[in-house]
Protein backbone atom coordinates (compact mmCIF):
# COMPACT_ATOMS: atom_id res chain seq x y z
CA UNK A 1 0.00 0.00 0.00
CA UNK A 2 1.45 3.53 -0.73
CA UNK A 3 2.04 5.33 2.42
CA UNK A 4 3.78 8.03 3.75
CA UNK A 5 4.82 6.86 7.68
CA UNK A 6 5.54 8.76 10.62
CA UNK A 7 7.10 7.92 13.95
CA UNK A 8 6.58 8.78 16.46
CA UNK A 9 2.88 9.53 16.43
CA UNK A 10 2.63 10.76 19.60
CA UNK A 11 5.39 12.00 21.53
CA UNK A 12 5.87 13.94 25.03
CA UNK A 13 9.91 15.02 25.46
CA UNK A 14 11.03 18.25 27.68
CA UNK A 15 12.88 21.40 27.07
CA UNK A 16 16.04 20.33 25.35
CA UNK A 17 16.20 16.98 25.12
CA UNK A 18 17.19 16.31 21.39
CA UNK A 19 14.60 13.93 19.09
CA UNK A 20 13.93 12.98 15.63
CA UNK A 21 10.71 12.40 14.08
CA UNK A 22 11.33 9.54 11.34
CA UNK A 23 9.51 9.75 7.99
CA UNK A 24 9.41 7.25 5.19
CA UNK A 25 7.35 6.87 2.26
CA UNK A 26 7.15 3.67 -0.50
CA UNK A 27 6.47 5.65 -3.33
CA UNK A 28 9.77 6.38 -5.21
CA UNK A 29 8.66 10.08 -4.75
CA UNK A 30 12.09 13.06 -5.12
CA UNK A 31 10.01 15.45 -3.17
CA UNK A 32 9.62 15.72 0.61
CA UNK A 33 8.43 17.93 2.62
CA UNK A 34 7.58 18.47 7.22
CA UNK A 35 4.80 20.90 8.11
CA UNK A 36 3.95 22.12 11.28
CA UNK A 37 -0.30 22.79 12.10
CA UNK A 38 -1.58 24.73 14.90
CA UNK A 39 -4.56 26.28 15.44
CA UNK A 40 -5.73 29.22 13.50
CA UNK A 41 -2.33 29.02 11.59
CA UNK A 42 -2.76 25.98 9.08
CA UNK A 43 -0.13 24.08 7.65
CA UNK A 44 3.59 26.05 7.78
CA UNK A 45 6.23 24.69 6.12
CA UNK A 46 9.13 23.71 8.31
CA UNK A 47 11.64 22.38 5.28
CA UNK A 48 11.29 20.57 2.13
CA UNK A 49 13.79 18.36 -0.26
CA UNK A 50 13.65 18.28 -3.75
CA UNK A 51 15.71 15.18 -3.76
CA UNK A 52 18.68 13.31 -2.42
CA UNK A 53 21.31 15.31 -0.32
CA UNK A 54 19.00 18.39 -1.40
CA UNK A 55 17.08 20.58 0.72
CA UNK A 56 15.94 23.86 1.49
CA UNK A 57 14.24 26.18 3.98
CA UNK A 58 10.37 26.71 3.97
CA UNK A 59 8.75 29.56 6.03
CA UNK A 60 9.56 28.46 9.46
CA UNK A 61 12.92 26.58 9.63
CA UNK A 62 14.13 27.95 13.05
CA UNK A 63 14.94 25.07 15.45
CA UNK A 64 14.83 22.19 13.05
CA UNK A 65 17.51 20.09 11.01
CA UNK A 66 16.40 17.89 8.21
CA UNK A 67 18.66 15.28 6.09
CA UNK A 68 18.23 13.07 3.01
CA UNK A 69 20.37 10.65 2.40
CA UNK A 70 18.11 7.88 1.32
CA UNK A 71 15.41 9.00 -1.35
CA UNK A 72 12.50 7.45 0.84
CA UNK A 73 13.36 8.93 3.95
CA UNK A 74 13.20 12.55 5.83
CA UNK A 75 13.76 12.78 9.19
CA UNK A 76 13.39 16.14 11.34
CA UNK A 77 15.21 16.81 14.10
CA UNK A 78 14.94 18.85 17.08
CA UNK A 79 18.56 19.52 18.43
CA UNK A 80 17.18 21.26 21.28
CA UNK A 81 13.42 21.25 21.78
CA UNK A 82 11.64 24.02 23.29
CA UNK A 83 8.08 24.24 24.11
CA UNK A 84 6.92 26.44 21.32
CA UNK A 85 7.71 24.17 18.90
CA UNK A 86 4.64 21.98 21.00
CA UNK A 87 2.91 21.18 17.69
CA UNK A 88 1.15 18.78 15.32
CA UNK A 89 3.65 17.47 12.30
CA UNK A 90 3.14 16.12 8.76
CA UNK A 91 5.22 14.72 6.51
CA UNK A 92 4.38 14.72 2.93
CA UNK A 93 5.83 13.66 -0.40
CA UNK A 94 5.04 13.85 -4.42
CA UNK A 95 6.10 12.47 -7.37
CA UNK A 96 7.55 15.66 -8.45
CA UNK A 97 6.11 19.18 -7.85
CA UNK A 98 7.57 19.87 -11.42
CA UNK A 99 4.49 18.72 -13.57
CA UNK A 100 1.65 21.02 -12.79
CA UNK A 101 -0.35 18.41 -11.19
CA UNK A 102 1.43 17.14 -8.94
CA UNK A 103 -0.18 16.85 -5.70
CA UNK A 104 1.18 15.99 -2.08
CA UNK A 105 0.47 12.33 0.04
CA UNK A 106 0.51 12.92 3.95
CA UNK A 107 1.43 11.06 6.29
CA UNK A 108 -0.95 10.59 9.50
CA UNK A 109 0.67 12.93 11.72
CA UNK A 110 3.17 13.42 14.82
CA UNK A 111 1.63 14.98 17.66
CA UNK A 112 4.64 16.68 20.02
CA UNK A 113 4.34 17.83 23.53
CA UNK A 114 7.51 19.67 24.76
CA UNK A 115 7.00 20.63 28.66
CA UNK B 1 3.94 35.97 -4.40
CA UNK B 2 0.95 33.97 -3.19
CA UNK B 3 -1.98 33.67 -0.64
CA UNK B 4 -5.35 31.50 -0.21
CA UNK B 5 -8.11 33.40 2.45
CA UNK B 6 -10.62 31.07 3.01
CA UNK B 7 -13.45 32.80 4.14
CA UNK B 8 -15.12 30.83 6.64
CA UNK B 9 -13.00 29.48 9.96
CA UNK B 10 -16.08 27.33 10.69
CA UNK B 11 -19.27 25.88 8.64
CA UNK B 12 -22.01 24.44 10.14
CA UNK B 13 -24.61 22.59 8.33
CA UNK B 14 -27.90 20.52 8.57
CA UNK B 15 -27.18 16.42 7.20
CA UNK B 16 -28.97 16.56 3.36
CA UNK B 17 -28.32 20.38 3.18
CA UNK B 18 -25.93 21.80 0.58
CA UNK B 19 -22.35 22.60 1.56
CA UNK B 20 -20.31 25.59 0.58
CA UNK B 21 -16.55 26.39 1.88
CA UNK B 22 -15.27 29.62 0.10
CA UNK B 23 -11.56 29.91 -1.20
CA UNK B 24 -10.05 33.01 -2.60
CA UNK B 25 -6.42 32.81 -3.96
CA UNK B 26 -3.80 35.48 -5.30
CA UNK B 27 -0.76 34.38 -7.49
CA UNK B 28 1.84 35.82 -9.69
CA UNK B 29 1.42 33.11 -12.10
CA UNK B 30 -1.14 30.62 -13.57
CA UNK B 31 -2.08 28.79 -10.08
CA UNK B 32 -2.86 25.29 -9.78
CA UNK B 33 -5.50 24.82 -6.63
CA UNK B 34 -6.12 22.09 -4.72
CA UNK B 35 -8.49 21.52 -1.87
CA UNK B 36 -7.70 18.98 0.66
CA UNK B 37 -9.62 16.87 4.03
CA UNK B 38 -8.76 16.47 7.12
CA UNK B 39 -10.40 13.85 9.16
CA UNK B 40 -9.59 14.08 13.21
CA UNK B 41 -6.72 12.76 14.27
CA UNK B 42 -6.31 11.70 10.82
CA UNK B 43 -3.77 13.08 8.43
CA UNK B 44 -4.48 15.85 5.03
CA UNK B 45 -6.19 13.74 1.92
CA UNK B 46 -6.83 15.20 -1.19
CA UNK B 47 -9.94 16.21 -2.37
CA UNK B 48 -10.19 17.58 -5.75
CA UNK B 49 -7.23 19.88 -8.04
CA UNK B 50 -7.53 22.39 -10.54
CA UNK B 51 -4.16 22.18 -13.25
CA UNK B 52 -5.92 24.12 -15.94
CA UNK B 53 -8.20 21.71 -17.59
CA UNK B 54 -11.69 21.80 -17.11
CA UNK B 55 -12.61 24.59 -14.74
CA UNK B 56 -15.03 22.33 -12.84
CA UNK B 57 -12.89 20.01 -11.47
CA UNK B 58 -15.19 16.98 -9.83
CA UNK B 59 -13.28 15.14 -6.46
CA UNK B 60 -14.12 12.36 -4.35
CA UNK B 61 -16.99 11.85 -2.25
CA UNK B 62 -19.41 13.77 -4.11
CA UNK B 63 -17.63 17.17 -3.66
CA UNK B 64 -16.87 19.23 -6.51
CA UNK B 65 -14.77 22.94 -7.21
CA UNK B 66 -14.84 25.86 -9.76
CA UNK B 67 -12.56 28.17 -10.63
CA UNK B 68 -12.59 31.46 -11.44
CA UNK B 69 -10.15 33.36 -12.54
CA UNK B 70 -12.73 36.53 -12.62
CA UNK B 71 -12.94 36.20 -9.33
CA UNK B 72 -9.69 35.00 -7.85
CA UNK B 73 -12.04 31.74 -6.11
CA UNK B 74 -12.27 28.19 -6.04
CA UNK B 75 -14.78 27.40 -3.81
CA UNK B 76 -16.09 23.86 -2.52
CA UNK B 77 -19.51 22.76 -2.84
CA UNK B 78 -21.33 19.21 -2.43
CA UNK B 79 -25.33 18.93 -2.64
CA UNK B 80 -26.37 17.20 -0.02
CA UNK B 81 -24.41 17.17 3.23
CA UNK B 82 -23.13 13.65 5.18
CA UNK B 83 -22.25 13.00 9.01
CA UNK B 84 -19.15 11.15 7.18
CA UNK B 85 -17.82 14.87 5.77
CA UNK B 86 -17.36 17.12 9.47
CA UNK B 87 -13.66 17.65 9.34
CA UNK B 88 -11.61 20.46 8.87
CA UNK B 89 -10.95 21.38 5.11
CA UNK B 90 -8.00 23.22 3.48
CA UNK B 91 -7.35 25.31 0.50
CA UNK B 92 -4.03 25.38 -1.20
CA UNK B 93 -2.34 27.19 -4.01
CA UNK B 94 0.34 26.22 -6.22
CA UNK B 95 1.77 29.18 -8.85
CA UNK B 96 3.26 27.82 -12.06
CA UNK B 97 5.59 29.09 -14.23
CA UNK B 98 6.35 26.68 -16.09
CA UNK B 99 9.82 25.75 -14.43
CA UNK B 100 8.45 24.46 -11.87
CA UNK B 101 7.46 25.55 -8.20
CA UNK B 102 7.36 23.79 -5.19
CA UNK B 103 6.00 26.39 -3.13
CA UNK B 104 2.68 25.74 -1.98
CA UNK B 105 0.45 28.13 0.56
CA UNK B 106 -2.18 26.46 2.24
CA UNK B 107 -5.12 28.14 3.80
CA UNK B 108 -6.08 28.53 7.79
CA UNK B 109 -8.64 25.56 7.53
CA UNK B 110 -12.36 25.83 7.63
CA UNK B 111 -13.86 23.46 10.24
CA UNK B 112 -16.98 21.97 8.99
CA UNK B 113 -19.54 20.29 11.39
CA UNK B 114 -22.82 18.36 10.42
CA UNK B 115 -25.69 18.57 12.17
CA UNK B 116 -28.07 15.60 12.40
Known amino acids: EAQVTQNPRYLITVTGKKLTVTCSQNMNHEYMSWYRQDPGLGLRQIYY???????DKGDVPEGYKVSRKEKRNFPLILESPSPNQTSLYFC??????????????FGEGSRLTVL | AQSVTQLDSHVSVSEGTPVLLRCNYSSSYSPSLFWYVQHPNKGLQLLLKYTSAATLVKGINGFEAEFKKSETSFHLTKPSAHMSDAAEYFC??????????????FGKGTKLSVIP
Open chain 2, 92 to 105: VVRPYSGAGSYQLT
Open chain 1, 49 to 55: SMNVEVT
Open chain 1, 92 to 105: ASSLSLVSRTGELF
